[in-house]
């Protein structure tokens, strides 16, 4: 019987007495466990492509990164390829897929994670609902573009293509 623990994240093996992993500081796991936790987490992608639907597309770490973050919470999903144009002149599209009925659940944990990683956004949130720029500080009208203080735009407008 192997006693030797595995990071489930960066899935590093340790000595059976380490506790957590010297790279990313998560809870080491015996290899039973380690097992357990990666068909889980198998059988929670293979029930994501059941009535998928696209929550993010972008590079493939970052949606790998965010699929991990969703999994973590019991949030079935999966990170696939479009293949690109097979021409060789553009790569390939990837995409961050859950089903249908757990879009709102897994929109929500991805926005908790943001403001996890992003402290910052939590603060300038709570000072824009406070009427104030979340530069400087100085109160801002409801619906302005931008602060009148210092400049810092605070909506951004896109226009739409004429073709």
């Known amino acids: 019987m192997n006693l030797n623990k595995i990071c489930p994240d960066c899935e590093t093996e340790y000595l059976p007495h380490i506790e957590k992993c010297a790279d990313c500081g998560t809870v080491l796991l015996l290899h039973e466990e380690y097992s357990r936790v990666r068909e889980e987490k198998k059988q929670l992608a293979e029930k994501a492509v059941r ?3 696209m929550l993010r ?3 493939l770490k970052w949606l790998d990164e965010l699929c991990n973050v969703l999994i973590d919470a019991g949030i079935p999903c999966s990170v696939i390829s479009d293949e690109g144009c097979n021409k060789g ?3 390939d ?3 961050l897929i859950a ?3 757990d879009v709102e659940r897994a929109e929500e944990r991805i926005e908790e ?3 996890e990683m992003h402290p910052e956004i939590r ?3 709570e000072l824009v609902s406070q009427g104030k720029c979340p530069a400087c500080g100085s ?3 409801a619906g302005a573009n931008e602060c009148p203080d210092c400049g810092l735009t605070l909506v951004i407008i896109e226009e739409e293509d004429e073709e």
């Open 123 to 125: 603060a300038s949130n």
């Open 51 to 53: 009535n998928a639907v």
């Open 89 to 91: 002149r553009c790569g």
């Open 99 to 101: 089903s249908k009925e």
């Open 93 to 95: 599209n990837w995409q």
């Open 139 to 141: 109160p801002v009208r």
């Open 57 to 59: 597309e972008g590079d």
């Open 113 to 115: 994670y943001f403001m």
